[in-house]
């Protein structure tokens, strides 16, 4: 009888240890948690080490980057400068634009530190350029239309202001420059007459105004439709189209923009020309049927 209890309780205390064993080997919940964020750790950190190139892949930032910065920072303290020297112009005193390797200069370094928004002062400091102030600011302007968009309600403000700014001495240039094709006796229709007209016709017939409409939709509008073909430097031009800025391959958005523009008034009007307030990048344009100018070598042709 004693031998069977004890036989009994033997086999009770194996059975607990083998429980107890059991619940020591099982890890409790918080002992899971914390294997598993050790886990996500180790996880992390490995991919981090794949995705991070090595010592040997490294490569420190070139030194004539870091020289350039420096030198834009330097230049950008007020300091006397000599005059600007306005563009070269060919020994036979023709305009044929400026020169690429000028442009690519300017507009690579205003496109590199265009979020420390320099000043065309301090871009031609650091280059040394010989391009005239507003075409510098011209290309700084391209290249800050590369920023991310303004997001905070003082930024848009902002942003907006500027847009406003620059709407209004666009629409003032155009204006002066049509001013002075009327002084010289040429008769065209600016954009907003051309358009005016075409709602005009529409009046004309109700029955027909749906089908105009689309067409006055579609219809393209220069800045200047001759009512008569003028000759120009041996081009025959039926439209002029103005832009106050400056016309260069690389410029963002814009220069895409502006081939269609152009090619789509040669093919539904005929010959014309692009104009630009301060000139343009040599064979920067090359439409069938567009020709370019300056404003002012235009003007003077026109006499």
């Not at 899971?32 to 750790?41: F, M, P, V, W």
């Not at 420190?60 to 400068?81: G, M, N």
């Not at 020297?85 to 690429?100: E, I, K, L, Q, R």
């Not at 067409?215 to 031009?237: E, L, W, Y």
């Amino acid at each position: 009888m004693g031998t069977r209890r004890s036989r009994k309780g033997t086999s009770r205390n194996e059975d607990r240890k083998k429980e107890q064993s059991k619940n020591l080997a099982q890890p409790s919940a918080a002992q899971k948690a914390a294997s598993s964020k050790l886990k996500k750790e180790r996880k992390k950190q490995r991919n981090k080490k794949l995705t991070q190139p090595s010592p040997a892949q490294k490569k420190p930032p070139s030194k004539s980057k870091r020289e350039r910065k420096q030198a834009l920072q330097k230049a950008s303290k007020p300091i006397s400068v000599n005059p600007i020297t306005p563009n070269a112009t060919p020994s036979d005193g023709g305009y044929n634009g400026v020169p690429s390797a000028a442009v690519g200069e300017v507009f690579s370094l205003a496109l590199e530190f265009r979020r420390m928004k320099p000043t065309a002062d301090v871009i031609i400091r650091v280059t040394k350029t010989e391009l005239d102030k507003e075409i510098v600011s011209s290309l700084i302007e391209a290249a800050l239309r590369l920023l991310p968009p303004a997001t905070t309600p003082q930024g848009i403000k902002e942003q907006q202001e500027i847009s406003r700014r620059k709407r209004e001495l666009s629409q003032k240039a155009e204006d002066e420059f049509l001013n002075n094709l009327r002084k010289k006796g040429f008769l065209f229709l600016t954009e907003k007459e051309q358009r005016n007209g075409k709602e005009a016709e529409e009046e004309k017939g109700e029955k027909k105004r749906k089908k105009k409409k689309k067409q006055q939709m579609s219809a393209p509008t220069p800045d200047v439709r001759f009512k008569t073909s003028v000759n120009i430097s041996g081009h025959t031009c039926l439209w002029l189209e103005y832009k106050n800025f400056f016309g260069f391959r690389k410029n963002p958005f814009v220069a895409r923009n502006n081939r269609k523009q152009l090619t789509r008034y040669t093919t539904e009007i005929g010959p014309g020309a692009v104009v630009y307030r301060l000139g343009y990048e040599t064979g920067h344009l090359n439409i069938e049927g567009v020709r370019v100018f300056r404003e002012s070598d235009l003007l003077e042709r026109l006499q």
